[in-house]
């Protein structure tokens, strides 16, 4: 099958910024490829089902191979192409520890998500994209990660986190400078303090952190701020823009006195 509407692929869509990007995206009028952890059961279904057939969900694993070839092989035979990839799949540490008590595992768990699913996902739809023909405008697809302020910021007692998102960073920076020149614009955002199921659990001391001025727009940004800037990086908008980072955090970055 083959829709005339663009598609693509998004991860780590059963929640937050995944599932925001998700909804406008079809909103938009593309169609789109959906991948998360989670099973598809009644709540994940009811999720889905307002996008009807302009959304296949499929059940994966970022950090597996198989779900990754899975997840293109079902988006090739759904809608017969691939024209955008957004990676937002991600994880925290399950234990917050300081980085002189780092696990392997914990650095195993986080890295293999956030940094090799991204890196060899990308690798894979990128090929394909290869494959594909350039529009009116010279573009074969677009890719958009999702890092975060982690990248650049310490945060000690989730180092890897903050590893694993450099990486994305830097992988963000190799893809766009070899794809520059076929027609793949790559592009990564950095989110600032996201209400998520991710930052939940750490509710309390960001609410004070924001209260006390760390963010100058003084409120958490929400998934739908970082679904908008997604879509103005693949629908076109910004064709001549490649290899950039682009920070949506309220203003966090600024260095004041």
């Known amino acids: 099958m083959t829709s005339s509407k663009k598609n693509a692929i998004v991860t780590g869509a059963a929640g937050g910024i995944g599932y925001a990007t998700v909804k406008l995206l079809i909103e938009s009028g593309f169609t789109v490829t959906a991948m998360d952890v989670r099973n598809a059961d009644e709540t994940v279904e009811e999720m889905f089902r307002p996008f009807g057939k302009d959304c296949v969900y499929v059940r994966g694993n970022l950090a597996d191979s198989a779900s990754r070839q899975s997840l293109v092989s079902t988006a090739l035979d759904t809608f017969g192409r691939i024209d955008v990839l957004c ?33 060899f996902l990308t690798q894979l739809v990128a090929n394909q994209m290869l494959k594909q023909e350039r529009d009116e405008k010279g573009i074969r697809g677009y890719i958009v990660n999702i890092s975060s302020c982690s990248a650049y ?22 893809f766009a400078d070899r794809l520059a020149s076929e027609g793949i614009p790559v592009n990564e955002i950095c989110p600032g303090i996201i ?49 950039q980072s682009v920070i949506v955090d309220g203003g966090m970055h600024i260095r004041r006195l």
């Open 195 to 243: 209400a998520t199921g991710m930052t939940a659990t750490v509710k309390e001391k960001y609410d004070n952190l924001i209260a006390n001025g760390l963010v100058p727009a003084g409120r958490w940004g929400c998934p739908e701020d970082i679904a908008k800037v997604v879509l103005s990086l693949c629908d076109g908008t910004y064709g001549y823009t490649t290899g």
């Open 87 to 119: 990676n937002v799949a991600g994880v925290a540490p399950k234990v917050r520890r300081d980085i002189l008590e780092m696990t392997e595992e914990s650095y195993d768990f986080v890295t293999d998500i956030n940094t090799k699913g991204t890196l």
């Open 153 to 174: 910021t310490s945060s000690t007692s989730r180092g890897e986190y903050c590893i694993s998102k450099a990486g994305v960073t830097m992988i963000t920076t190799l």
